[in-house]
């Protein structure tokens, strides 16, 4: 198939040679390759002899070191300086936020200042790391993922009823899965019914110590990327018929465990009704809700008429806490802060041409927004969801590194910008069951 | 928008945006087609093209796709992009009042030459 020769070699040597950026010297040789082949056989057809055609093809190109030069200018590694800004912005007012809350109650910024700096290693880690071993390795990486959620899970410690640490850890899962949607992205419905699968056997792990809210999230995170993949027409499908494959199993799934389930039914009751049970599961949200009805827009509002503050001021609840202590003002300020953010990493998101690179980008903005969604609303009296952490803001080692990990993965997909060409339209797709020799072939890969 | 401008004439920038307003193209298909539609007046090289075509890209003007159409060689097409059509259609506007105005001036010294 590959028509090289020592001369082609010779040539996209001496030009990419030229380009300091080694990630993209071989995008720009196979480019040329084919150019310089393109080339020869016009000039072949043309009545030149092979060698005779070979080197004036050569020297039409120009020279190398001229063309190897100006393509050095134009591939550099990107760094997107707009997203490192507004993630420090918002570390720093968790920061501050964490210095004002943790003073009243009487714990040290110490700590919040250590995780701040080990996230910032993460986030470095992960910008340097080649995000492209997320679509090369995904069985590896998910079941190894897996395997070390539950390691992590066993020697957890055990918090509210529910392992502590793996919740933070199962933020990587969206990003994780892109791999999986990505390798099944050329063998079609069978490649949906796999994700499925995958999913299935994920949760079975999962099951000893994953909470109602963990399985929702990623139930739901997982279907927004098949729904935006079917949709861009990555899978190669009809895009209704995909959209039933995933959503009619999707809602019989969420159907049946409601109503087997007496307690989940009752929670979601209660998430919309918490005077149903104001003792009990309706107790938190109604005391959030009588916190922030008091509020003032800006200044000190008036709390609850028993007296009684939120627990947890400083990890679920800083927003409600933050919200009665210097009003409405607070709100504003942070998700403000948050939303830009989300919205500029989105739009560099819709920006990325290659399909993994947009899948990845995509997972950690809806992995990160989700997080903001959930806790907001938490913080505002609907708590159908247990909050995991405001990103960036609230207080907590672990969920701070992992998103400071995410933004690094998002900034190293950014880095590479469009280089990454997987872009590949198959005219004939490949298919996962052949049979040759009277043997069935299965094509994982 | 901002095209580093020791790269390119505006005016190669604006043919090539114009070939692949009308269809996809990869990088030999471009000269091809340029010089057969200026009977070869146009010749481009490869090494002006690609680092054209490349900053053209990374400026969002053209995206570009990897195809393997006869299953021989895959190759990667460029394809126009919203913005891209923007700038030619300033490129093409520029370029008719630089060459009205050329003509103008041309055709000025006619007119006296003919009293």
Redesign the interface.
Known sequence: ?KESNNRVQEYIHSVCNQIRWKKSHIY?S???E??????KN?FVSQGLKEDKALEKAIA?????I??GT??D???KPKIEWSIIALTSIALLLGLVVQFIVLGDTGFSIGKSVFYSILGIVAMIIAYLTDYTIIGKYPYKLLFGFLAIVFGIAIISPTYQGSSFYPKFFLLLYPTIFTGIIYLMRDKGYLGIALCGVLMGISYIVLLPFATYSTYVLYTILSLILLTFSILKGWLNINKIKGMLLIYIPAIVAVTFILISNPYLWSRVINAFNPNLDPMGLGWLSNMTKEIISNAKFIGEGLGTSSGYMVPDTYTDSLLTYLIHRFGWISLILIVSVLALLMIKSFKLCL?Q?SILGSLVSISVVLTISAQIIIYIAYNLGFQLMAPLTLPFISYGGTGLIINMFLIGIMLSVFKW??LV????????TKKFFTINDGKIIIDLK | MKI?KN?LSGSTTMLLLKLLDNKDM???EMI?ELAKRSDDTFTL????L??LL??L??D?ML???????D??????YYSIHKDGKKLLKEKEKEWKIYSSKINKVLEGGVKFEGI
């Open positions: 198939m720009i196979n480019e040329l084919n150019h310089i082949i393109d080339q016009a039409e190109m120009g020279d190398p001229g063309v100006d393509l200018r134009i591939h920006k041409n910008g469009n060409n997987d872009n590949v339209l198959v005219s004939s | 580093s790269l990869y990088g030999y091809d090289k490869a090494g002006t690609y680092p490349h900053s890209e990374k969002g995206i570009s796709y990897e195809e393997n159409p299953n021989s060689r895959v190759r990667k």
